[in-house]
């Protein structure tokens, strides 16, 4: 049974970096098949794409334009998990944080997803 | 800001049906095939439909996903209190600013 494991702070300061892991157990981050995504979700701005990561021969990420000068997602096949950074936080990125897995049938759907962590931005 | 547009909530009585719509482009929804998701309260989405149509392993033929044009349906049948929560529709988004995008969400109430 595949399970997405969230960690990582939930207070960060303004102007300080974000940064969470997603441990992933009973599939493997450098799967040929799937990507990993952080999503999140704020009353203000509902549910939101941040980016993913996906190996295909070499690593590939891709991110959001609302947050492409700050995000970086990265994955480390040795601990098999993925990390979320996302620098220069305002209380505007206060959100419920999700890792999810994309999947591929005909086109690309998040079949299953962390338990998320509420980060809040606040000093 | 979401750029697919569903009905903020819907209501039916037990054993009856709701038919969820979400709104899109040609950017989106015209183009790409289309995900559901199911979210209880303080609990992760869970992928309900993909590929328009399709169910995973687990998820019972009263829920069902279709796509005309630049919209897409979600419709569930024989309604039960369990389904009470809310619901998403999801795609990609090929405009020069998008990616990946996800409706407002309906909550589903059973009365």
């Known amino acids: 049974q595949v399970q997405l494991q969230q960690s990582g702070p939930g207070l960060v300061k303004p102007s300080q970096t974000l940064s969470l892991t997603c441990a992933i157990s009973g599939d493997t981050v450098s799967s040929n098949s799937a990507a990993w995504a952080w999503i999140r979700q704020s009353p203000s701005r509902g549910l939101e794409w941040l980016g993913r990561?996906?190996?295909?021969?070499?690593?590939?990420?891709e991110y959001a334009v609302s947050v492409k000068s700050r995000i970086s997602i990265n994955a480390d096949p040795s601990k098999n998990h993925f990390s979320l950074q996302l620098t220069s936080v305002t209380p505007e990125d206060t959100a419920v944080y999700y890792c999810a897995r994309d999947q591929w049938g005909q086109d690309w759907y998040f079949d299953l997803w962390g338990r998320g962590t509420l980060v809040t931005v606040s000093s | 800001q979401s750029v697919l547009t569903q009905p903020p909530s819907m209501s039916a009585a037990p054993g009856q049906e709701v038919t969820i719509s979400c709104s899109g482009s040609s950017s989106n929804i015209g183009n790409n095939y289309v995900s559901w998701y199911q979210q209880f309260p303080g609990t992760a989405p869970k992928l309900l439909i993909y590929d328009n149509n399709k169910r995973p392993s687990g998820i019972p033929d009263r829920f069902s996903g279709s796509k005309s044009g630049t919209s897409a349906t979600l419709g569930i049948t024989g309604l039960q209190t369990g389904d009470e929560a809310d619901y998403y529709c999801?795609?990609?988004?090929?405009?020069?600013?998008?990616?990946?995008?996800f409706g407002t969400g309906t909550k589903v109430t059973v009365l």
């Open positions: 990561t996906y190996y295909r021969s070499r690593w590939y990420s």
């Open positions: 999801g795609t990609w988004d090929y405009s020069p600013t998008a990616g990946r995008v």
